[in-house]
C-alpha cells in the first residue's frame, strides 16, 4: 500500500491535478483559486443505449428483471466509482451490445493510472441525455479519496428518430480519469434540462499554467 | 416596450433584488423591544391597488394600424405553413411543435393590450417571432435546411438596418419632437442590431436540432420586424410635418448636457442629505422606509447606466429621454429621503394605507396626463410600470405588503417629479 500514494502523486501530477490538489489543501497556497472542484480534461468515455430500457449494469448478481412499472425504472439506474480491478468484480453488466460496451471499456482501463466513473440511468425513448463534464474534489483527491462529479443534460434526439414519448430507454457512460485513487466514498451527478447553456467562462491563471497545473 | 425594454428588465430584477435585500436584512435585525409593532398584514385584497390610466402616446404623430395588421399576416401565414399535428418520426417532436404553435395561435388571436402604438407594435414582433420560431422548427424537423436562406436574410436585415441608420439625421419639427419621435426608432434600430447578430445559430443539422433552428429563424425575424417598424415609425412621423430640419446637433448638444446635468445634480443630492447614505443613522428596520430607500437606490443607478449606455451608443434622443428619467428619480429618492426625515413612511402598513398612496400614484400620474405635454408622458412611464407591476403582483397574491406600499410611494413620488424634469430636459433642447 506504501507505494499507492506515491503513485497517486505521480499519476495525478502527469495529469496536472497535483498542484491543484495541493493547493486546495492549503489556503495560503499563492497563485491558486479557491475551488471545489477540479476539470478533468483528458477523460475518455464510453456510451451506450438500451433501447429496450433494461439495466445496463447492476452492483449485484443479477440485473433487475425488465419492468415497465415507475420502481423499477428507477432500478435501472446506477452509479459507481471503480479505482480498481476488484471493483469490476461487483458489477453484472447486462449481456448486450451496449452492457458489454460498458464492461469492456472498464475492463481495459489500466487502474494503476486511471479510474472509472460508470453511471446508468433512465431517459424517455424520444430524448437524449449528453454528456458535458467531468471534475473531482481536489482536496479529497489529495487523501486518496476519488469524488468524481459528471454533468449531463437532456435534449430532445433528433427528429427523424423514430421514438415514442412515453417509453423509456436506458443510457450508460463510463467515464475513464486519468487518475488513480485508493478508494471513492462519494460521487456527484447533475442535470440540466437544457443543453443550450453555455459552461461556465474559464478562469484565467497565468500563474497556475506556468507551473503547468490548473488550466480551468 | 419598445423604447428600453432593457430597462424594465433592469427595474424588474431590482424591485426583486431590493426586496430580497430587504427581507435579509429584515431577517437578520434586532426586533426586541418593538414587541407592541403590529404586524402588517400578509396581503391585501386583490383590488387594492386598482389600475392607473397611461397618458396619451407621445409618439407625436398617429401610428399607422397598417404596421400592426402586417405583423399580423405575416404571423398567421407562417402559422398557416405548420400543420395542427405535424408528422415528425420523433413523436415528442412533433408534440412539442404541435403545442408551440397551439399557443402561437392563441396568442396571435389574442386581443393587443390597449397601449401606446409602440408597445403594440412590441407585442405584434412578439408574436411574429413565435411564429417564425413554430414554423422554423417544422421546417427543419421534416427535413428542410433553411441555414442559406436565412444567413441570407440575416445579411438583407442587416444592410436594411444599416441604411436606416446612416440616415438618422433626426429631421423634425423641433428638438423635442425629435427625441419623442426618434427615441423608438433608435430603440427599434438597437433591437434590430441585437436579433440580427448569430447568437443562436443555425444548426448544421436542422433535423438534430429543429427547435435551434426555429429559434435562430426567430431572431431574424424579430430583426426584420424591428427594421420594418423603425422605418414605419420614422415615415409615419416624416410623412406627417412639413419642412422637417436635422436636430441631430441640438439632439447631442442637449443629450451631452443632461447627462452632466444628471451626474451634477446627483452628487448635489447627495451633498445636500448628508452622503450617499443619508439614513444611515436611523433605525428602519422592518418599515417601508427601508424599502423605499432601497427602490429609490436601484432605480437611479439603473436609470444613470441607462443614460451612459445610451450616450456611449450615440443614440442621442434615448439619452434625452433617459437623463430626464433619471432627473426624476434623483428628485424622487430627495422627496423621498426628506418624507422619511420627516418621520414618514415608518408606519405600519395595512390595507388602507396601500389603497391611499395607489390613490396618491394614481393623482400624481394622472396630474402628469392632464398636463399634456408628450415629454413629460414619455417620462413618467417607468412610474406607471411600476404602478402596473405592482397591481398584477397584487392581483397575482404575490409581494409583501410592505413593499407594494414602499413601490406605491416611489411611484407617486417619481410621477410628482416629472412635470419639472420635463421641463428642465426641454429648456436643454429648445
Same mark, same amino acid.
Given at each position: 500500500?506504501? @507505494? ?15 498542484? %491543484? ?15 471545489? @472542484? #477540479? ?39 446506477? #452509479? ?7 471493483? %469490476? ?28 466513473? %460508470? ?26 479519496? %476519488? ?19 412515453? @417509453? ?7 467515464? #475513464? ?32 499554467? @506556468? ?6 | ?58 409618439? +407625436? ?17 407562417? /402559422? ?122 443555425? +444548426? ?8 435551434? *433552428? ?18 414605419? /415609425? ?101 422627496? *423621498? ?11 405600519? +402598513? ?26 413629460? *408622458? ?27 406600499? *414602499? ?24
Amino acid at each position: 500500500m506504501a @507505494e499507492i500514494p506515491r503513485r497517486r502523486a505521480l499519476l495525478a501530477a502527469a495529469s496536472g491535478i497535483a498542484a %491543484l490538489a495541493g493547493c486546495a489543501g492549503s489556503e495560503s497556497a499563492s497563485n491558486s483559486y479557491p475551488t471545489r @472542484e #477540479r476539470p478533468i480534461e483528458d477523460y475518455e468515455i464510453e456510451t451506450a443505449r438500451d433501447e429496450a430500457g433494461d439495466a445496463l449494469v447492476a452492483a449485484s448478481e443479477t440485473l433487475p428483471s425488465p419492468s415497465a412499472d415507475e420502481p423499477a425504472r428507477g432500478r435501472r439506474g446506477a #452509479r459507481r466509482v471503480l479505482v480498481a480491478g476488484d471493483d %469490476l468484480a461487483g458489477l453484472t453488466f447486462a449481456e448486450t451490445d451496449p452492457g458489454e460496451a460498458l464492461r469492456s471499456f472498464c475492463a481495459a482501463t489500466d487502474f494503476d493510472a486511471a479510474s472509472v466513473y %460508470l453511471l446508468s440511468m433512465p431517459v424517455r425513448a424520444c430524448r437524449e441525455i449528453r454528456f458535458r463534464s467531468v471534475s473531482v474534489d481536489p482536496g479529497d483527491l489529495a487523501e486518496g479519496d %476519488l469524488h468524481p462529479h459528471a454533468r449531463f443534460c437532456e435534449a430532445y434526439r433528433p427528429a427523424d428518430v423514430e421514438c415514442a414519448p412515453d @417509453e423509456f430507454h436506458t443510457v450508460g457512460f463510463a467515464i #475513464r480519469i486519468p487518475v488513480a485513487a485508493d478508494r471513492s466514498t462519494g460521487s456527484g451527478r447533475g442535470m440540466s434540462s437544457s443543453c443550450r447553456r453555455r459552461d461556465r467562462p474559464a478562469v484565467f491563471n497565468a500563474s497556475a499554467a @506556468e507551473s503547468g497545473g490548473d488550466g480551468a | 416596450m419598445t423604447t428600453g425594454s432593457g430597462s424594465r428588465r433592469r427595474f424588474l430584477a431590482g424591485v426583486a433584488t431590493a426586496g430580497a435585500a430587504a427581507l435579509g436584512g429584515c431577517s437578520a435585525l434586532p426586533f426586541s423591544g418593538e414587541a407592541d409593532r403590529r404586524e402588517a398584514p400578509e396581503s391585501v385584497p386583490a383590488d387594492a391597488v386598482g389600475s392607473v390610466e397611461w397618458p396619451a402616446s407621445p409618439f +407625436p404623430v398617429a401610428v399607422s394600424e397598417s404596421l400592426a395588421d402586417a405583423h399580423e399576416s405575416r404571423a398567421l401565414e407562417m /402559422l398557416a405553413d405548420v400543420p395542427a399535428d405535424p408528422t415528425v418520426p420523433n413523436a415528442a417532436v412533433a408534440e412539442k411543435i404541435g403545442s408551440d404553435r397551439e399557443r402561437a395561435r392563441e396568442r396571435a388571436d389574442a386581443i393587443a393590450p390597449d397601449r401606446w402604438p409602440v408597445d403594440v407594435l412590441t407585442t405584434w414582433r412578439g408574436r411574429r417571432e413565435d411564429a417564425a420560431a413554430v414554423r422554423g422548427a417544422y421546417r427543419a424537423a421534416t427535413g428542410t435546411d433553411d441555414g442559406a436562406e436565412l444567413v441570407a436574410r440575416r445579411r438583407a436585415v442587416r444592410d436594411d438596418r444599416g441604411a436606416l441608420a446612416t440616415d438618422l439625421t433626426y429631421r423634425a419639427a423641433s428638438p423635442t419632437e425629435a427625441a419623442l419621435a426618434y427615441e423608438p426608432v433608435e430603440s427599434l434600430l438597437a433591437r434590430c442590431a441585437e436579433q440580427v447578430e448569430p447568437r443562436v445559430t443555425y +444548426p448544421a443539422d436542422p433535423v438534430a436540432d429543429p427547435f435551434r *433552428a426555429g429559434e435562430a429563424m426567430a431572431s431574424v425575424e424579430g430583426a426584420r420586424a424591428a427594421a420594418t417598424d423603425a422605418e414605419g /415609425l420614422r415615415e409615419a412621423y416624416l410623412g406627417s410635418r412639413d419642412d422637417p430640419v436635422p436636430q441631430w446637433g441640438s439632439l447631442i448638444a442637449a443629450a451631452d448636457e443632461l447627462r452632466g446635468s444628471v451626474s451634477r445634480t446627483r452628487s448635489a443630492v447627495r451633498e445636500r442629505l448628508g452622503g450617499e447614505d443619508p439614513l444611515g443613522d436611523e433605525d428602519l428596520s422592518g418599515t417601508v422606509a427601508q424599502e423605499l430607500v432601497a427602490t429609490s437606490d436601484l432605480r437611479i443607478e439603473s436609470a444613470i447606466d441607462d443614460v451612459e449606455g445610451a450616450v456611449d451608443a450615440g443614440d442621442h434622443a434615448t439619452a434625452v429621454v433617459d437623463a430626464g428619467t433619471a432627473l426624476a428619480n434623483i428628485e424622487a429618492y430627495r422627496t *423621498a429621503v426628506g418624507e422619511i426625515r420627516d418621520g414618514e413612511h415608518r408606519e405600519v +402598513p395595512s390595507e388602507s394605507s396601500v389603497r391611499s398612496v395607489a390613490e396618491r400614484a394614481r393623482a400624481a400620474v394622472d396630474g402628469v396626463a392632464a398636463g399634456d405635454d408628450p415629454l413629460a *408622458a414619455r417620462l413618467v412611464r417607468p412610474g406607471v410600470e411600476l404602478f402596473g407591476y405592482v397591481a398584477d403582483r397584487v392581483e397575482e397574491g404575490y409581494g409583501s405588503v410592505r413593499r407594494t406600499q *414602499a413601490s406605491l410611494v416611489y411611484a407617486a413620488l417619481y410621477a410628482s417629479a416629472v412635470p419639472a424634469a420635463a421641463d428642465f430636459a426641454r429648456e436643454r433642447l429648445e
